[in-house]
T-cell receptor, first 119, second 117 residues
């Protein structure tokens, strides 16, 4: 069974600090996809990144960067120079393909990490 | 491009009452998902549609929950009768459909916050 673990329940940082959110996953699939979503207080889940299991290159997008390490089954997310607007709950998710239907996938989410950025 | 639309945004009902939520996906997205998110937890898939057919409803409590997507576009999720433990945010998401297990990105609506008293 698929499983995603976000061991950090809550992290508090002061603005401009760097912060890393951890994500560890379990899967028996050789092909899978990993996602990060942001959920601000308004409640809507905002897509941040999608990565497939064959692409282990790290990715940087502005102040955001992601470190994918297949050897340790981790997909960690770093925010550089954090800002108050980064305060939100961040979810890591793992896709599971539906074998019998010939297509489609199911997301398994972690429990989320609440990030609080203070002035 | 318009995102996933949901209504209502908030709903308060008494236990044993009925409630319905509506979702309109992103135009052209064949796949539609309903999730339940209990406070402090990650979203849990309730049901997934491919056009107007059900792909996965294994975690839908079918004795009280039902969902339909009759014309393959918008969808309705109903709870009848509601219980206290149904208090949660109900999220709708949509994505394109890819064969072979490839995962397309799911885009989420703003959710409906349900409180059952």
């Amino acid at each position: 069974a698929q499983k995603v673990t976000q061991a950090q329940t809550e992290i508090s940082v002061v603005e401009k600090e760097d912060v890393t959110l951890d994500c560890v996953y379990e899967t028996r699939d050789t092909t899978y996809y990993l996602f990060w979503y942001k959920q601000p207080p308004s409640g809507e889940l905002v897509f941040l990144i999608r990565r497939n299991s064959f692409d282990e290159q790290n990715e940087i997008s502005g102040r955001y960067s992601w470190n994918f390490q297949k050897s340790t089954s981790s997909f960690n997310f770093t925010i550089t120079a954090s800002q108050v607007v980064d305060s939100a709950v961040y979810f890591c998710a793992l896709s599971e393909p539906y074998i019998l239907t010939g297509g489609g996938n199911k997301l398994t989410f972690g429990t989320g990490t609440q990030l609080k950025v203070e002035l | 491009e318009a995102g996933v639309a949901q209504s209502p945004r908030y709903k308060i009902i008494e236990k044993r009452q009925s409630v319905a939520f509506w979702c309109n996906p992103i135009s052209g997205h064949a796949t539609l998902y309903w999730y339940q998110q209990i406070l402090g937890q990650g979203p849990k898939l309730l049901i997934q549609f491919q056009n107007n057919g059900v792909v996965d409803d294994s975690q839908l409590p079918k004795d009280r929950f039902s969902a339909e997507r009759l014309k393959g576009v918008d969808s309705t999720l109903k709870i009848q009768p509601a219980k206290l433990e149904d208090s949660a945010v109900y999220l709708c998401a949509s994505s394109s459909w890819r064969a072979g297990g490839a995962a397309d990105t799911q885009y989420f609506g703003p959710g409906t916050r349900l409180t059952v008293l």
